[in-house]
Structure formats: C-alpha cells, structure tokens
C-alpha cells in the first residue's frame, strides 16, 4: 500500500471517528475497560487448564469445570469488548499507541471467536470434546497475546495512565517519566492560555 493511499485511509477515518459520539467509559475515575478485563484474562485461560486436566485425568467434573469457565469468560468478553472500542475511539489518528490498539482489538476478538467456537457441540451433560480443547488452546494463546499488548499499552504507551502522570508533572512537579514522548495527550498544552480538557 503507498504512502499516499494510507495517508487518505488515515484521513478518512479520523473523519468518521470525529462524527461518532464520545463515550469515555468510567465509573469514579477508573476506565471499566481495565477493570473487566481481568475476568476473561482469567476464566478463559482456566477453562482451558480445568478441560485439558480433565481430559487427561478422565474426569468429566474438571471438563465440566472447564466449559462452565469458558462460557463465563466469553460471555464476560462482550462488555469487555464494547468498553475496549470506546476506548480506542477516543485515540488521535497520530497516537503511537493506535496500531498496538488496533492489533489488540483484533487479537481479542479472533481469541473470542475461537472460544465461541470451543463451546459449540458442548453442554453440561457432555462438557468436553476433544475439538473443544484445541480450539480453547488457542483461544487462550491468542488471548494471552493480546493481553501482553494491552499491557504495553498501558505500562509503555501510558494510554489511560499517562494523562494523570502528566498532571502531576505539570501541577506538582513530578520528575518526567521515561516514555513521555511516546503518548499524544489529547489536551490544550498548559500554556497556551486556552481551556484544558478534563483528565480521563
């Protein structure tokens, strides 16, 4: 793809992005999508591990286990999901972290996809099978994946994160931290004498 027609793509998406509604996903101050994202990081990794153990042992109440956690984890994965895309709604068309959250995005949602697809043919009477186990491996590589970049994306890009240490850099004098320069604050600069945007 040239430089030109990724240029207009960029444009062009950033005109579309400024159309759609602003919704900052937050409840006291903490992003919810952080804060649900635990819950299908956990379950479905652990169904996973409950299947594959009882599948070994011949123990269908750990493959019991194993579904029951699965299903949790992708049904937990849909709000998750909706709170991730508010998020990454709300990145400038510059932002360094906009292709890691795109990759992210993408991750997740193969990673929920192959764990539908896990579930398929399973129930509570019959909770294991053994297309379910390698599709639910898979969910969970593509899911720990994903994780790893949602981890840069907060710990290295500071996205949600960053805007706060900002403040404090600003206000209270904090030192600068090491990847300042890789975060676009989406706010009017201190001295530019205009009114700044409220911190996320």
Do not use: C
Not at 34 to 59: E, H, K
Not at 64 to 89: C, E, K, Q, S, W
Not at 146 to 158: I, T
Not at 173 to 185: G, N, S
């Amino acid at each position: 793809m040239s430089t030109e027609l990724t240029t207009s793509w960029v444009r062009r998406w950033e005109r579309v992005r400024r159309r759609l509604p602003a919704i900052n996903p937050v409840i006291m101050g903490h992003p919810l999508h952080a804060l649900s994202t635990d819950l299908p990081a956990a379950l479905i990794p652990t169904g996973f591990a409950f299947s594959l153990w009882g599948r070994v042992a011949r123990q269908p109440e750990l493959e019991r286990a194993g579904y029951v956690n699965t299903a949790a984890g992708v049904a937990l994965a849909i709000p998750t999901a909706l709170f991730g895309i508010a998020d990454y709604l709300q990145m400038d068309v510059d932002d360094p972290a906009q292709t890691t959250g795109l990759t992210h995005g993408l991750l997740n949602l193969a990673a929920v996809g192959v764990g539908i697809a896990s579930l398929a043919g399973r129930n509570l009477k019959r909770p294991g099978s053994r297309r379910g186990l390698w599709l639910g491996g898979i969910s969970t590589l593509g899911l720990l994946a994903s994780a790893y970049l949602g981890g840069d994306l907060v710990y290295h890009r500071g996205w949600r994160v960053k805007p706060i240490e900002r403040e404090e850099i600003e206000e209270h004098r904090v030192p600068d931290t090491v990847h300042a320069e890789d975060f676009v604050l989406r706010r009017v600069p201190v001295n530019s004498g205009q009114q700044r945007l409220p911190i996320r």
